[in-house]
Every structure is written in C-alpha cells, then in structure tokens.
C-alpha cells in the first residue's frame, strides 16, 4: 500500500554525503521536504538540485530542512554536488541520500520491493524515483508531488504548496486554487456559522459552503 497523506513517514537510518542521519530524529521539529532523483549526473535533475540550492533562505525562513536522495552512492553524490553548485552559482547545503540499496525509494513506494538495480543500469531503471514530499513537524506526510523524468520540478509551486500548508496548520483554514501568501482563504465547512464569525470576524459567503476570508495574520 502506498504512502497517504497523514501516515506517518517511514523512519530510517541512511548514509548521506554529509554523514548518517536518522530520519525523524534529522527532521526533529521542523517542516522537512524530502525529494528523490533516479541518477546522480543527469540534466534535469542537476537543474532541480541547484533549484533547491538557491532557495536556501526560503526553507530557512520556513522552518524547513530540505533532503535529497539518489540511488547513488555517497562518494558519486560529493562529485555530483560539485556540478550542482556550478549550475547554481551557490552552495548546496544540503544532504543528499545514499540510496544505493533502494531501502528509501521502496520505503516511499516509489519503487515496488521486488525492484533491483541491474549493472549498467540508466537512468530508466529508477526513473519513477522523482517525488517530492513534504513533512510536518508531526512526522506525518502532508503533501507529494510526482514527475516525470523529462519535465523540471517547478520549486516556486512547492513553496506555494508549503506555504498554503503551514498557513492551514497554523490558522485551522483553507487554501483556494492559486492561493499565494497574502490572498484571502478558506473558512472549513467545520465551523458554522456562529463559530465563524467569532474566530474570523467578517467574511463573505460565495456560496453556502465556501466562505472566503482575509488571512490571518
């Protein structure tokens, strides 16, 4: 069965370029954003990496650790970051996963168990590892998102998205589509009138079951 969003996330111990890490002790209280990749030195996901290297004050602002993992090994992952950070024109900061024996990608069910790594493996062999997903502070998956090896990760939406989650955890509301920080949000269908007034004060009614107000601040 695969991961849902609110099930906890598998906890692991893993070597990174940046030493052993166990997972849930590594996220401690923070928000966490693990993304995965199929191959160290591939094009795209050089791009995304060096995406995520520039945004290293978004996720520091955000109280959130950032996560990589490869199904490569860690000594392939230190000469990868150097590529990286030529593309960024900055640090990559981050770890990155030694996934060699795909205990993390079969763990997030991103490949079925009885997958291997065949030798002279490409690319193609681990390409459905490319998945972002993001934790909250409870250990528990939030959101992911899923792509295809040759379409680039769009980092701008996964800050949306985090930002859209921790308002939501935040202020017990709702997000609208294209919803960005600032934008009025979603009063819950959980709250009835009378409980909606008194913790958001004015509001309007769209429709009986949509009721928009302006972001708590």
Not at 112 to 141: C, H, Q, W
Not at 150 to 161: S, T, W
């Amino acid at each position: 069965m695969g991961l849902r969003i609110n099930d906890t996330v598998p906890n692991f111990t893993a070597e990174t370029d940046q030493g052993t890490i166990q997972f849930h002790d590594w996220i401690g209280d923070s928000w966490a954003i693990l993304f995965s990749h199929p191959k160290d030195f591939t094009p795209v996901c050089t791009t995304e990496f060096g995406a995520v290297a520039q945004l290293a004050d978004e996720w520091k602002k955000r109280g959130t650790k950032v996560i990589g993992v490869s199904v490569d090994g860690v000594e392939e992952h230190k000469g990868w970051k150097k590529d990286i950070e030529k593309v960024a024109g900055t640090t990559a900061g981050f770890p990155i996963i030694a996934d060699e024996g795909l205990a993390v990608s079969k763990a997030f069910d991103m490949l079925p168990s009885e997958a291997y790594m065949p030798d002279g493996r490409t690319p193609n062999d681990s390409a459905t590892v490319r998945a972002v997903f993001i934790i909250g502070p409870d250990k528990k998956l939030k959101l992911s998102m899923t792509y295809p090896m040759n379409v680039g990760r769009n980092f701008a939406e996964v800050l949306r998205a985090l930002d859209g989650l921790q308002t939501a955890a935040k202020y017990t509301v709702a997000t609208p589509a294209n919803w960005n920080v600032g934008d009025d949000v979603v009063i819950p269908t959980s709250f009835d009138e009378a409980a909606a007034k008194e913790t958001f004060g004015e509001f309007k009614t769209v429709l009986p079951y949509l009721r928009m107000t302006k972001a708590p601040t």
